[in-house]
């Protein structure tokens, strides 16, 4: 059974960080895209960084660059999401997801995590 299990949401005072860890098992991923996205309540489902089990090719949405950091450790099958400079529009539901192919879309994605609670107070 494939399983790809988040951590480390919570509430966080704007300017705070949070670190999201998402740990795929189940199957060999390692040929697989690993993404992180979001979703806010009446809002789409957004991209915001890829990244190759190899490490090589990281890919960040516009808003989060320089504040968030996908990482990955290939020994324990974990990616991570490294978040500083958080801001009250970051609350969302943040997800992990493992596709075969590099793409901002949602549907491109074959496996998803169940999400994790990211609440930013201002």
């Known amino acids: 059974q494939v399983q790809l299990v988040e951590s480390g949401g919570g509430l966080v005072q704007a300017g705070g960080s949070l670190r999201l860890s998402c740990t795929a098992s189940g199957r060999t991923f390692s040929s697989y895209v690993m993404g992180w996205f979001r979703q806010a309540p009446g809002k789409e489902r957004e991209s915001l960084a890829t990244?190759?089990?190899?490490?090589?090719?990281?890919v960040y949405r516009e808003s989060v660059k320089g504040r968030f950091t996908i990482s990955r450790d290939t020994a324990n099958y974990t990616v991570y999401l490294q978040m500083n400079s958080l801001k009250p529009e970051d609350t969302a539901v943040y997800l992990c997801?493992?596709?075969?192919?590099?793409?901002?879309?949602?549907?491109?994605?074959?496996?998803w995590g169940q999400g994790t609670q990211v609440t930013v107070s201002s």
């Open positions: 997801a493992a596709g075969k192919y590099r793409s901002s879309r949602y549907d491109a994605y074959d496996y």
């Open positions: 990244i190759t089990w190899s490490g090589v090719g990281t």
